[in-house]
């Protein structure tokens, strides 16, 4: 009997941590950060939860492009690096959408410019392949290496070169090759 109650227990919880973690996913869509407060306040292991895509609340706010709430999970210690089922990051995210506050505050938090996708692909790929030439030059000015190259072999220049962006490929030839980032 005493099994039975332990498993029922443990049943429980789990139920209630899930609908908890599904409460903290929709205070960040629906932007309720007050909510979103109380939530960790409750239960602190809800800024390392997952959707089923691998997106924790970080990359969720970025998305959303929920300012306020991505201060607040950086300042609540989430990992600015945490990679969804894609190997995305929050940061390739906000340059893929072209949000600039939030790409300020993950670099300012300390997000990893150079991350890589499971392509190979960089924060400054998605910023360079969508156009946004504001985030591109946040980046480079981050440290962002304007020659990596993905799995497939092409370099930012490329990607650039690729959308036929002038003001891009003229932002990059600001940035030549440096000892740094040759690899």
Do not use: W
């Not at 239960?43 to 201060?71: S, W």
């Not at 190997?87 to 300390?110: D, H, P, R, S």
């Not at 998605?126 to 072999?153: C, I, S, W």
């Amino acid at each position: 009997m005493k099994k039975y109650l332990y498993l029922f227990l443990f049943l429980l919880s789990t139920q209630f941590l899930s609908a908890q973690k599904e409460a903290a996913f929709e205070a960040v869509r629906q932007g309720e950060l007050t909510k979103l407060q109380t939530l960790l306040k409750e239960e602190p292991n809800l800024l390392t939860a997952q959707n089923a895509r691998g997106h924790n609340l970080l990359i969720l706010a970025a998305y959303y492009e929920q300012t306020d709430i991505l201060a607040h999970l950086i300042s609540a210690g989430a990992n600015l690096d945490h990679q969804d089922a894609s190997g995305n990051t929050a940061l390739m995210g906000v340059c893929f959408k072209g949000y600039a506050e939030a790409l300020n505050y993950l670099i300012e938090g300390g997000a990893k410019v150079d991350q890589e996708n499971y392509n190979g692909a960089t924060a400054l790929t998605f910023a360079v392949t969508f156009g946004h030439e504001e985030l591109a030059k946040a980046l480079l000015e981050a440290g962002a290496n304007p020659e990596h190259k993905d799995q497939r072999g092409m370099s930012i220049r490329q990607h650039a070169e690729l959308q036929g962006n002038p003001q891009i490929l003229a932002l990059l030839a600001q940035y030549p090759l440096t000892e740094k980032n040759k690899n």
